[in-house]
Nanobody, 125 residues
Framework: EVQLQASGGGLVQAGGSLSVSCAAS?????????IGWFRQAPGKARERVAC????????DVADSVKGRFTISSDFAKNTVYLHMNSLKPEDTAVYYC?????????????????WGKGTQVTVSS
């Protein structure tokens, strides 16, 4: 079983930057799992923001955040980071990280096996 702990959320002004981290533990291994970042704003559907898989060579962000958000990892810490720049009020949401077992090449973080608790990101105008 994989455990995921997201942290680093907070309050930031529009135009600012914030990084959130996802620390994985348990049976997690970067060769076996992809890490996805998702967000959900009040009254809105959950949105996939980014997907990272070193084993599959995937480091993808959604079109809605492309050019502003990037994803990175620290293999020694089993941690994946979501770096958010030029934040907008519409980026306000609870951000979740999740893990998907790599079953076939071309993982998309669309079939999540494990979810972590979210971290709140609030962007003020």
């Amino acid at each position: 079983e994989v455990q995921l702990q997201a942290s680093g959320g907070g309050l930031v002004q529009a135009g600012g930057s914030l990084s959130v981290s996802c620390a994985a533990s348990g049976s997690f291994d970067f060769d076996d799992y992809a890490i996805g970042w998702f967000r959900q704003a009040p009254g809105k559907a959950r949105e996939r923001v980014a997907c990272f898989s070193s084993g599959d060579g995937v480091a993808d962000v959604a079109d809605s955040v492309k050019g502003r958000f990037t994803i990175s990892s620290d293999f020694a810490k089993n941690t994946v980071y979501l770096h958010m720049n030029s934040l907008k009020p519409e980026d306000t949401a609870v951000y979740y990280c999740a893990a998907e077992g790599i079953k076939v090449p071309g993982v998309t973080c669309g079939e999540i096996d494990y979810w972590g608790k979210g971290t709140q990101v609030t962007v003020s105008s």
